[in-house]
Every structure is written in C-alpha cells, then in structure tokens.
C-alpha cells in the first residue's frame, strides 16, 4: 500500500462479524482494535466453561458454507483481497462434504471441521421424524413415507428452491443495497421466483402434509425469522446447507471463535476485553461537537464506560443495531435513524436456552446432534411468539447434543446439551425471573416424560438457563431480541439496516443486525459487504461501489 500512515479502527463487539471485519480491516492496512464488553470472545457466540468440566456455546451451533471461513484464514497483511477467490469446483458444489473434509487447507492449521449427518432430526409431536440430511434421495425415500403424494411437489419444491438459490445466495450475496437503485434492479427477478411471497405460503404450494411444509420452512428460526413473515427468498437456506452441508468446530463453536481471535491478532489486531463502549464521538467535519441533526457528522472513536476516549479514523458497531443507535450515537447526530425509526422497526424473537449436563448411565440416547423437536401446534404457536406475544400451552425447541459427536465438552460419562425454546422478546412484558424458571421446568418434564432423555431428572449434574433479560442486559439487545430487526420483507435488503451509516461518516455496522442478516454464514458475507464500503470510503478499492466490485453484483 501506498499510505505513509496506517488508518485505524475500531469495532464495538467480538461476535462473529467483528472478528470476521477486524481479519478482513487488518488485511487491508488498517490498525484495528476490537472492543469487547465481556471477558472473552464471541459476543453471542460466547462459550462458558463449568467447574464440573462441562464446556457449553451459549450460541450458534450450526456452521455451513466453510469455504467462507477458509476465505477468512488465507487473508494476509495488507493484501486487500476482497475479490471473491477462485474457488475449486468441488469448494463450490459441496461434493466432498459427504467424504468427511470440511474445510480447506488454511482452516485446518487454525481449528477442526467436521461434517454433522443428518444436518437435523426433525421431530414431529406424534413420535415420528424425519432425518433431513440434504440428499435428494433420502429425502424422497422419507417422503414415500410420510406422504407419499407430495413426490411431485417436493420436485418443484427443489426446482425453484434452487433457482431462489443461484439468483438470492450466489449471484447478490455480496450486495449491499445502499440505495434503491439497487434495490429496484433485482425485484423483478424475486418477482418472477415468486421470492417474496411468505415462505409458509410459498411452501404450502408444494406440500399438502403439514408435516413436510414443517420441514421446508423451519430453518428461518434458527436466524430469528417467523416463517409465517420472512420471505420465500429463505427458500435459498435449504440449498445453502444442502450444498455444503453442516459442520461442527470440535472443542465447539467457541475453537472457531478463538481460531478467528488468533488469525486476528497474527496479522496485527489487538482486542481489549471488559471495554464497554459508552458513545460513539461524532464531531462536524471540522471536529466540533454536533449540536442538531443537519450538516456533516463524522465519527471520531469512542467513550467507553468510565471515561476514557480512544479516537480512530473510522468506527464499526457489531453490537445490536437499535441499541447502537439508540445508546451510543448521540440523537443530534441521527436524521435518519432516529428514536422514533429505531424504535419502530420489529425485532426477532428471543428465546430461554437452558443448558445442562447428565450422567450417561450406559444409556443410549436415541438423538441426533442437532433435535428440532416439533411441538402439536406449528402456525398457531409462531402467532403467538411473534405476534400475540404469550407464552403458549406448549412449544418447539432445538435440542443440540454435542457430546454425541465430540465428548470433550463435558467429563468423562457425562453428556452436554443445550435446548433452545423460541419465546416473545422483552416487548411482550413477561416477567422472566418467575416465567423462566416455570418454563425450564416444563422443558425438563417433557424431554423426560416423552422419553427423548429417559431418566433426565435424576441424571442431572449440571443446570443453568438465560432468558431475553440475558440478550437485553448482558449483550445489549434492544427489548432482548436474540437475531436482531425481524427478517421480514419490508426490513429486508435496502430496507435492512445499512451496513454504512446514512447519518454518520466513518460510522458502520456489521453482524446479524446489518445487511445482509442473521446466521453465521450471513454474519461473515456482511462482514466483507462492510470491509469493501471501507476500501471504496478509504480509496483503497476505489473501484468498488457501495459494496459491489465494478462490473459484478446487482447490476448484472
């Protein structure tokens, strides 16, 4: 590079999309320092390590897409690649998921992939399930099954699933809708995948079993998204995970956090732990403070909790996007994301997680590592979470029993787990401190009672539970939500917060909460929208326009 002086950041958050950016910033020439609230890594990704031995990721669980991360642990110093690498056909078909390789070389000096099959046990509420592994024909063994005449439908299904595919992940991934131009370009398209019809509905059209309309359309959950709300467009996560499958980091997710924090820091980043940033500093572009929202306002660093300043020449928040705004950036310096905006968009669902570990007692456990347990009511229950705001008679849960694949996590004849219930966010006004404990136990007696864990009880060595007060106080969610704005259309692509400031220069976004959404494969494709913004903003990639390399992107 030709600068004389190294430009520096900082970014707000060591979740996945700040550690992801800082790789990224750091290959680009900047000195980048990540502020991190807690006393480690990962922000919702967090990993909490028991006295009894039991290790548990308090977060995501599910990784896909590894040629992403492999992307990430080849980046070098000041290289500045942000041009999409030329990938192997088999990186970009998948085909060796299934031989047991996750991963590329790079990836494999930092952390262990493996494979997970099936990628999820679907559960449904009358003992049934179906194994969902991404194989065209298991699938279609398993449909003969349980419904024999959607065969058709499930073709179709996969048709124009795969098209959503090629046009929504591979073609505009990369996009950053900054603008509606862009935005404006692409609708026709979705119109014509009819992408941005519900998903629920777009599903019906294909399936008559209620069972299999489950399967197809569950997977906005796991990012936060209702279903019955997001767009057909999340059609593309069927293919996504069954084009390159779903892995597990062994140690969990937490060895891929720490891999990514040491990548970080060879190539020069430093992060500083127990840094709570208070305020984003915003000056006027001649460095005085900004008294109302008019006229240039540029980010100067920030104050954190207890006073000190550090300044840098640009900022990036991977914390929550609402509170981002509402807490940190001063409203004299807000036009555009004001109180009243912020507080007007819809945020995801957030969920009680309970994590706990048990005696084998020689015991098999009929489980997979990743358990959609299904609970008897499917649209009713997701009106209820998103919209009526209640805790129901029953509910859904994600049970994820790691040590099934990786026994290091908990000691030896012992088995660690965790169970994730969707519930309301903090705008339904429930009191967690007595629904919590309330549910947890409701949570215990099934998956004892319904035979999934028999015994569950009187195995117990370890329990511990969060509810969206830990998403609100410990992560700074705004009302608790665990995904961030709502993935529903009218809060999707240029709709969708703006990974770059519309009210500050300098100010930027990353993560879950930023385009292109939530999921960690998101996480990391907003992580590189952000860094190409940066090296268009900072003339290092000046050809790069909001996002999208010349000649590439949604123009095409």
């Known amino acids: 590079m030709s600068h004389t002086k190294r430009k520096t950041a900082l970014i707000i958050g060591s979740g996945f999309g700040g550690l992801s950016l800082g790789i990224r910033l750091q290959s680009l020439g900047f000195d980048t320092t990540i502020l991190e609230k807690l006393d480690a890594p990962g922000g919702r990704a967090y990993q909490k390590r028991t006295q009894g031995g039991y290790v548990f990721d308090m977060g995501p669980t599910v990784i896909t897409v590894p040629h992403f991360i492999e992307e990430l642990f080849a980046l070098e110093r000041d290289k500045g690649m942000l041009a999409e690498p030329d990938y192997p056909e088999h990186v970009l078909t998948g085909e060796r998921v299934r031989e047991g390789e996750s991963g590329g070389p790079r990836t494999r000096e930092y952390v262990r992939l493996v494979p997970i099959l099936p990628f999820y046990r679907i559960y449904f509420d009358d003992g049934t399930f179906f194994d969902y592994d991404g194989d065209p024909e298991s699938t279609r063994r398993q449909i003969q099954v349980l419904a024999p005449g959607d065969l058709a439908g499930y073709e179709r299904f996969h048709a124009d699933?795969?098209?959503?595919?090629?046009?929504?992940?591979?073609?505009?991934?990369?996009?950053?809708?900054?603008?509606?131009?862009?935005?404006?370009?692409?609708?026709?398209?979705?119109?014509?995948?009819?992408?941005?019809?519900?998903?629920?509905?777009?599903?019906?059209?294909?399936?008559?079993?209620?069972?299999?309309?489950?399967?197809?359309?569950?997977?906005?959950?796991?990012?936060?998204g209702n279903p019955l709300s997001v767009p057909a467009i999340y059609a593309?996560?069927?293919?996504?995970?069954?084009?390159?499958?779903?892995?597990?980091?062994?140690?969990?997710?937490?060895?891929?956090?720490?891999?990514?924090?040491?990548?970080?820091?060879?190539?020069?980043?430093?992060?500083?732990?127990?840094?709570?940033?208070?305020?984003?500093?915003?000056?006027?572009?001649?460095?005085?403070?900004?008294?109302?929202?008019?006229?240039?306002?540029?980010?100067?660093?920030?104050?954190?909790?207890?006073?000190?300043?550090?300044?840098?020449?640009?900022?990036?928040?991977?914390?929550?996007?609402?509170?981002?705004?509402?807490?940190?950036?001063?409203?004299?310096?807000?036009?555009?994301?004001?109180?009243?905006?912020?507080?007007?968009?819809?945020?995801s669902m957030s969920l009680l997680v309970v994590y706990f570990g048990f005696r084998d007692d020689g015991q098999p456990l009929d489980l997979r590592h990743h358990n959609i347990i299904l609970g008897p009511r499917y649209e009713e229950l997701l009106r209820e979470i998103f919209g009526d705001r209640v805790l129901g008679v029953d509910f859904s849960q994600y049970l994820h029993v790691p040590t099934l694949t990786d026994p290091s996590l908990a000691p030896p004849g012992h088995h660690a787990a965790y169970t994730l219930i969707p519930v309301p966010h903090n705008g339904s006004g429930l009191n967690w401190e007595v629904e919590g404990p309330r549910?947890?136990?409701?949570?215990?007696?099934?998956?004892?009672?319904?035979?999934?864990?028999?015994?569950?009880?009187a195995r117990l060595t370890h329990r511990e539970f969060i509810t969206p007060d830990y998403f609100e106080g410990t992560l700074g969610a705004y009302l608790g939500n665990a995904f961030g704005p709502e993935p529903i259309l009218a809060q999707s692509a240029y709709f969708r917060p703006h990974n770059r400031s519309e009210d500050v220069r300098n100010l930027y976004l990353v993560g879950a909460g930023a385009q292109p959404g939530g999921g960690t494969p998101s996480v990391m494709m907003s992580a590189k929208m952000t860094a190409r913004l940066i090296a268009h903003d900072f003339g290092i990639h000046p050809e790069i326009r909001d996002g999208v390399p010349e000649g590439a992107g949604a123009a095409d």
């Not at 398209?189 to 197809?216: G, I, M, N």
């Open 236 to 347: 593309m996560i069927h293919f996504v995970e069954k084009t390159w499958g779903i892995h597990y980091a062994m140690g969990g997710t937490g060895e891929l956090v720490r891999a990514f924090v040491r990548k970080f820091e060879e190539l020069g980043g430093r992060i500083r732990y127990g840094a709570e940033v208070e305020e984003v500093l915003v000056t006027d572009d001649r460095g005085r403070p900004v008294r109302r929202p008019v006229g240039k306002r540029v980010a100067r660093g920030v104050r954190l909790t207890g006073g000190e300043e550090l300044s840098a020449d640009l900022v990036v928040s991977n914390g929550d996007w609402a509170n981002t705004y509402l807490k940190m950036v001063p409203p004299q310096a807000r036009l555009v994301n004001t109180d009243l905006r912020v507080r007007a968009a819809k945020q």
């Open 439 to 457: 549910l947890v136990e409701r949570v215990f007696d099934f998956l004892e009672e319904r035979g999934y864990i028999p015994g569950l009880r």
């Open 161 to 224: 699933a795969e098209a959503i595919f090629k046009r929504g992940f591979l073609e505009l991934g990369y996009t950053h809708f900054g603008d509606l131009p862009t935005m404006l370009r692409v609708v026709p398209d979705l119109l014509k995948l009819d992408a941005v019809r519900t998903l629920f509905s777009f599903t019906s059209r294909y399936f008559e079993s209620p069972k299999l309309r489950q399967v197809f359309s569950f997977e906005p959950l796991l990012v936060g």
